[in-house]
């Protein structure tokens, strides 16, 4: 009887259908994709078209990146191919530099049209420049639904397009009237599902928003006195599954969380941070733990505050709220401020067992070495990634070493590192240039198994 024909032969390539390279492809991060380029294969065709689904234009910058720019806008603009695989446009123009960039809008504006895909758009730059940008998309029939815009002076008023099937809207600023921006988030009322704002000047603007068709909330501002923004959200937010609230905090909140302790029953990630507060709420934290406490579905949580010391006695931050964590049994990311009142090595053992990413700020002067030589004992198992926040540090290779030698990344404030072993057995840290930390963190988080570290950047839309 004949044995039946293999379907990969000793020293062959598989005889795959392009179909099926795709689908082994789709399972690969970026960093594997690039490699796949070189390769003389139907895979090279396949990782070009799934790599350039993402365009990153960069104005104005450095020499070697605006030629990188120039040099994709050239190809959208002559090649139609090409062009028809972007799926999402990310433009950044650095800082708050006045230099005019007509050249480049004006290349950008010849783009625009080639890219008959497109569906997301992040801008960030000054907003007399995202303006023209803004304007240029308007006048293009696409249907977007996704839109990221962080104007970096913050100050003027935007003229939005009449967009109204935006499903992912971002906006992050520091001044500005709400007007403009309350107006389009009405116009997008029913459809839009992912939400962030970020204005520490702004309150939650709870009429122009539909918060019964969100999935994801991000909000940073103000809540005044008489603020029931904290109601609202959890009374009507019964389809939230990820939640963040970063908040100056004018009114008492904790009456609002007991009210509705059992709401958000989809929640997967939450942040609750104080930037800020001028209020005595003892109970507010005490009310946060009431309501997290049971969560077995809850994937990520952030807790912090400007002072523990002030917290503990004016917000009731204390061993109340680390003693839910145990029951939060499917927990995989957690970043937090210490509380005052518990131990280093008790607060370790606490963490549940399942966890790979921890990120603690510190806000009082500590022993850096002494400190992360308690926490060692009771780190979660699976730990992957740690983030050092407002801790004194002259040698991070002795820290990492010292506290947490088996983790493949660190971030210490604003900085990243892989954390890798010599010949030798000696650990090392390679620092993160700074392109890949300040645009592309979640991809390589990502490829180190890291990928629920930290919160989804907005301009990484789903």
């Not at 939650?204 to 940073?220: G, K, M, Y």
């Not at 506290?403 to 620092?431: C, H, N, S």
Request: charged residues 20%; proline residues 6%.
């Amino acid at each position: 009887m004949p044995h039946p024909k293999q379907l990969v032969q000793p020293r062959t390539t598989p005889g795959f259908s392009t179909e099926i390279w795709r689908e082994i492809v789709l399972w690969l991060p970026p960093r594997d994709l690039k490699s796949l380029l070189q390769v003389p294969h139907v895979l090279s065709r396949i990782a070009s078209e799934l790599l350039f689904q993402r365009i990153d234009i960069h104005l104005a910058s450095e020499k070697r990146e605006s030629q990188r720019s120039a040099d994709i806008l050239t190809r959208i603009i002559t090649d139609a191919s090409f062009a028809g695989h972007v799926k999402t446009l990310r433009v950044f123009v650095p800082g708050r530099e006045t230099f005019p960039i007509t050249f480049q809008t004006g290349m950008l504006s010849n783009a625009l049209p080639k890219l008959t895909n497109l569906r997301h758009v992040h801008c960030s730059m000054r907003w007399k420049d995202m303006y023209t940008v803004l304007r240029i998309l308007e006048t293009i029939s696409h249907r977007l639904t996704g839109l990221s815009l962080m104007p970096s002076d913050g100050t003027g008023e935007l003229r939005f397009p009449r967009f109204k099937h935006i499903m992912q809207f971002s906006y992050h600023s520091t001044g500005g009237a709400t007007t403009q921006v309350y107006d389009f988030l009405v116009q997008n009322k029913t459809s839009i599902r992912h939400l962030s704002l970020h204005n520490p000047n702004w309150s939650f603007p709870t009429e122009a928003v539909s918060i019964r068709h969100l999935t994801t909330l991000d909000f940073q501002g103000t809540f005044p006195a008489d603020s029931r923004a904290f109601a609202e959200i959890l009374a009507n937010g019964h389809q939230l599954e990820s939640l963040r609230l970063e908040c100056i905090l004018e009114c008492t909140a904790s009456k609002q969380f007991r009210e509705f302790a059992d709401a958000l029953p989809f929640l997967h990630h939450f942040a609750f941070s104080l930037m800020g507060y001028r209020v005595n709420d003892h109970d507010l934290f005490p009310a946060i733990a009431e309501f997290l406490k049971g969560r077995t579905s809850l994937r990520s949580l952030q807790l912090t505050v400007p002072s523990a010391d002030w917290a503990l006695k004016r917000l009731g931050y204390d061993a109340t709220v680390w003693g839910v964590l145990p029951s939060l049994t499917s927990l995989r990311s957690l970043t937090a401020t210490l509380p005052k009142d518990v131990a280093a090595a008790v607060a370790m053992w606490l963490v549940p067992r399942g966890v790979h990413a921890l990120s603690l700020q510190a806000l009082t002067p500590v022993n850096t070495i002494e400190f992360v030589s308690q926490l060692r004992a009771g780190l979660p198992p699976p730990l992957k990634y740690i983030g050092l926040r407002n801790f004194h540090i002259e040698d991070a290779t002795a820290v990492i070493e010292q506290g947490f030698p088996m983790v493949r990344v660190a971030r210490i404030d604003d900085e990243y590192y892989t954390v890798a072993r010599a010949a030798g057995g000696q650990l090392q840290l390679e620092e993160w240039p700074k392109g890949r930390t300040q645009y592309n963190a979640r991809d390589w988080l990502e490829c180190y198994g890291c990928s629920e570290a930290e919160w989804r950047d907005p301009t990484q839309f789903l």
